[in-house]
């Protein structure tokens, strides 16, 4: 079975592009073929910055024959309907048709057609230049004189050349001949732009295309690239006595720059060391895409020596690059120095925030004291909608004061941090740098001598930033963190921004699953709805809101987030929705029940309880269906069986005990209080006919299984468990 490789050779692709565009180009080739009727072994898509390339093995030489029999009408139909089939059938006389008989129906026309299976070189022809033309790039451009005419090729940059070359691994391959935008297929390549001759390569089959280009190098596979790259950078580090600080993010990226990687160190002065280590690395690894080091057993400081990664081998050894690169370093780091002096000084227009200062009870003597009065001096916004960030920080005050004493924190240092936790925003490294924000002003608060909890919160309170993220356990942050997020989504919602579809522009699924992960990860027992309301009249000042009860409606929103964070963890959906009630808000309880419930229901005693209840339910139902009274009071005379007596008595036992479990929290022993029913359930069903010929011994022995709905109703709503 022959072999297909494809190259499409450009300018540079930009890094972040790569990854991605190598895969809807695998994608879309094959998903073509396969639709053409083509089968193939495997594929592998390799890309670098000038090139994507796709090695597709065993493919198929011919799709197959399809036959199809298009029915049509009687032989005796009238002409107008036989004109019709023939249309559709595609045939110019009905002698092309055949005659088939059926006993019932009599003869009727069948026509058999059949579509000539085409080769696979015909279908690549046809595919690869339709792929190359409706390619999904972000951004894409046209060039040349041809860029002026209708229709010209687009390509993300000037498409130079392209590689096919089709046919068996033990014979010679031959090029499928086809034409996109000027330019032909072929089978030639070319090397890395400076290090090659800059001729043609020509090539058959993968094998000599990645040992070609190696002579001309051009390392083809991104892996290896992330490997030569990092291995390179931790030996060179470990020779002068340092660690690696790895960056993963880093990496992908600087391996989509350069095709031969050749990993050098630079330097810069030890005095820029005063600077954060975040702003360090941040600093270099924006600027010059490169990797910053720390001493050996060292945790957060680094050191004055960087690693960066060249696409030349230099005559010199790479020391004029190195020290090139460093230049550059020194001057973005004097900087990143004169912002962090400078945001340590005061700020000039300190006459212009005394009424800031007085309204949040600032010390304007602090300098992260003024970035806060001056960032609700300059009114800066926050939303069109929603007013400035001032307000909102006045928002976020009052609401984690509120939330403080339900977690145990302490409201005056709660209050402080909330006061404080945007005015990094005023900074002038947060202004260069917006990834640092928070981290930023951590690291002020301690300078100015903040409480540490306090200090801590300004940079936890937007925690957790995802499902991977860390979760704030200090209480001072754990309540800056609800109530940040809690305003967040309940603004949202008062102006109806709320996420539709897969747009989530203000990320608030994410804020809602850092709502639960605060609560689940800290044992928080809040009310969701006193908070959600407290944040609404918070928002009493704003116009324009939506006239709607946005508290079920966030509620709701936030049940859905749960469900799916729990469904994530590993719990049952069925379990679950036996739990979570529409109008439950205690989200601590709603995991603990849950747990509880999973663990009684993959027990003996719990699963046949379950088919019980379940029991009990179908027949509640079809009576309810029916019009029957359920919910009357039993009457303990009208029993006739020691099996009505021996349940009753146990639903009275199981009800007491589970609510003061219930009570308590102790949802295990609740459960265990719900095991007590099992064997006078399963009793009452063997021994006890319900629908009994006395309409009040039925009605009694209904409102019996209605008690049995009822005290399992306090632990979960067994109806809704499958099995």
């Known amino acids: 079975?022959?072999?297909?490789?494809?190259?499409?050779?450009?300018?540079?692709?930009?890094?972040?592009?790569?990854?991605?565009?190598?895969?809807?180009?695998?994608?879309?080739?094959?998903?073509?073929?396969?639709?053409?009727?083509?089968?193939?072994?495997?594929?592998?898509?390799?890309?670098?910055?000038?090139?994507?390339?796709?090695?597709?093995?065993?493919?198929?030489?011919?799709?197959?024959?399809?036959?199809?029999?298009?029915?049509?009408?009687?032989?005796?139909?009238?002409?107008?309907?036989?004109?019709?089939?023939?249309?559709?059938?595609?045939?110019?006389?009905?002698?092309?048709?055949?005659?088939?008989?059926?006993?019932?129906?009599?003869?009727?026309?069948?026509?058999?057609?059949?579509?000539?299976?085409?080769?696979?070189?015909?279908i690549i022809a046809e595919l690869v230049p339709a792929t190359i033309r409706n390619f999904p790039w972000p951004k894409s451009m046209r060039w040349g004189k041809a860029s002026a005419q209708s229709g010209a090729l687009r390509w993300v940059r000037p498409l130079q050349s392209i590689l096919c070359t089709f046919g068996p691994e033990t014979e010679e391959t031959k090029v499928i001949e086809f034409e996109v935008g000027g330019i032909h297929s072929g089978n030639v390549t070319f090397g890395h732009r400076f290090l090659s001759d800059g001729q043609p390569i020509k090539v058959r089959r993968f094998d000599d295309y990645v040992a070609k280009l190696e002579k001309a190098f051009v390392v083809l596979d991104a892996e290896r690239r992330k490997e030569i790259i990092a291995t390179d950078a931790r030996n060179l580090a470990f020779a002068s006595g340092l660690d690696l600080v790895e960056d993963e993010g880093l990496l992908e990226e600087v391996s989509g720059l350069v095709e031969w990687p050749v990993v050098l160190m630079g330097?810069?002065?030890?005095?820029?060391?005063?600077?954060?280590?975040?702003?360090?690395?941040l600093t270099i690894r924006v600027n010059q895409k490169c990797f910053v080091t720390r001493k050996q057993g060292e945790e957060t400081a680094l050191s004055n020596k960087f690693i960066l990664v060249s696409n030349i081998v230099a005559r010199d050894g790479g020391k004029e690059i190195a020290f090139g690169n460093g230049k550059v370093v020194r001057a973005r780091l004097s900087d990143a120095l004169y912002f962090w002096h400078t945001d340590q000084a005061n700020m000039p227009d300190m006459d212009k925030l005394q009424a800031s200062a007085a309204k949040f009870a600032l010390d304007l003597a602090k300098p992260l004291d003024q970035r806060m009065a001056r960032l609700d001096a300059l009114n800066v916004t926050f939303h069109a909608k929603l007013g400035t960030q001032g307000a909102r920080v006045a928002r976020i005050e009052s609401l984690a004061a509120a939330i403080a004493p339900l977690i145990g924190a302490d409201v005056a240092l709660t209050k402080r941090a909330a006061v404080l936790a945007k005015a990094d925003l005023q900074t002038e490294v947060v202004g260069e740098f917006p990834e640092l924000q928070g981290a930023m002003g951590h690291k002020y608060a301690l300078l100015q001598g903040e409480?540490?909890?306090?200090?801590?919160?300004?940079?936890?309170?937007?925690?957790?930033?995802?499902?991977?993220?860390?979760?704030?356990?200090?209480?001072v942050a754990v309540a800056v963190a609800l109530a940040d997020k809690i305003d967040t989504l309940t603004g949202f919602w008062a102006i109806d921004e709320k996420p539709t579809g897969s747009k989530d522009p203000y990320a608030l699924r994410r804020a809602a699953l850092g709502v639960i992960r605060l609560i689940l990860d800290n044992d928080v027992r809040v009310a969701l709805k006193d908070l959600i309301?407290?944040?609404?009249?918070?928002?009493?000042?704003?116009?324009?809101?939506?006239?709607?009860?946005?508290?079920?409606?966030?509620?709701?929103?936030?049940?859905?987030?749960?469900?799916?964070?729990?469904?994530?963890?590993?719990?049952?959906?069925?379990?679950?929705?036996?739990?979570?009630?529409?109008?439950?808000?205690?989200l601590l309880l709603v995991a603990r029940r849950l747990e509880?419930?999973?663990?009684?229901?993959?027990?003996?005693?719990?699963?046949?309880?379950?088919?019980?209840?379940?029991?009990?339910?179908?027949?509640?139902?079809?009576?309810?269906?029916?019009?029957?009274?359920?919910?009357?009071?039993?009457?303990?005379?009208?029993?006739?069986?020691?099996?009505?007596?021996?349940?009753?008595?146990?639903?009275?036992?199981?009800?007491?005990?589970?609510?003061?479990?219930?009570?308590?929290?102790?949802?295990?022993?609740?459960?265990?209080?719900?095991?007590?029913?099992?064997?006078?359930?399963?009793?009452?069903?063997?021994?006890?006919?319900?629908?009994?010929?006395?309409?009040?011994?039925?009605?009694?022995?209904?409102?019996?299984?209605?008690?049995?709905?009822?005290?399992?109703?306090q632990v979960a709503n067994f109806s809704k468990i499958a099995g």
Not at 267 to 281: G, H, K, N, S, T
Request: hydrophobic letters at 45%.
């Open 1 to 122: 079975m022959p072999d297909l490789l494809l190259e499409l050779f450009s300018e540079e692709i930009p890094a972040r592009m790569q990854r991605k565009a190598a895969g809807d180009f695998k994608k879309l080739i094959t998903d073509g073929l396969v639709d053409a009727g083509l089968i193939y072994e495997a594929a592998t898509a390799y890309w670098t910055p000038r090139r994507l390339a796709l090695d597709i093995r065993g493919l198929t030489v011919r799709s197959k024959d399809i036959r199809e029999e298009i029915k049509g009408p009687s032989t005796s139909a009238p002409e107008q309907a036989i004109a019709g089939f023939l249309r559709k059938a595609g045939l110019s006389d009905v002698s092309e048709a055949h005659v088939h008989s059926d006993p019932k129906k009599g003869d009727f026309y069948v026509a058999h057609l059949v579509k000539t299976g085409r080769t696979a070189e015909e």
């Open 267 to 281: 330097e810069f002065e030890e005095e820029f060391l005063a600077i954060p280590p975040e702003v360090i690395q």
């Open 451 to 475: 409480n540490p909890s306090v200090a801590q919160a300004l940079e936890d309170h937007y925690k957790p930033q995802g499902p991977s993220d860390r979760v704030p356990r200090d209480p």
């Open 533 to 586: 309301k407290n944040a609404e009249s918070g928002l009493a000042s704003v116009k324009n809101l939506a006239s709607r009860d946005v508290g079920a409606d966030l509620l709701s929103f936030l049940h859905d987030r749960f469900k799916v964070y729990l469904k994530d963890e590993g719990a049952r959906h069925d379990a679950i929705d036996a739990v979570l009630s529409a109008d439950a808000d205690n």
């Open 596 to 713: 509880a419930l999973i663990v009684f229901i993959n027990t003996e005693d719990g699963k046949n309880l379950l088919a019980g209840t379940k029991r009990a339910a179908n027949i509640l139902a079809a009576e309810e269906k029916k019009g029957a009274l359920v919910d009357i009071a039993i009457d303990a005379s009208l029993f006739t069986q020691d099996e009505e007596k021996a349940l009753h008595e146990a639903v009275q036992a199981a009800s007491t005990e589970a609510k003061a479990a219930i009570e308590r929290e102790d949802f295990a022993a609740a459960m265990t209080a719900m095991a007590l029913l099992r064997a006078p359930v399963d009793a009452f069903f063997e021994g006890v006919l319900v629908n009994d010929e006395n309409e009040k011994i039925r009605a009694n022995r209904l409102a019996l299984l209605n008690a049995i709905r009822d005290v399992t109703s």
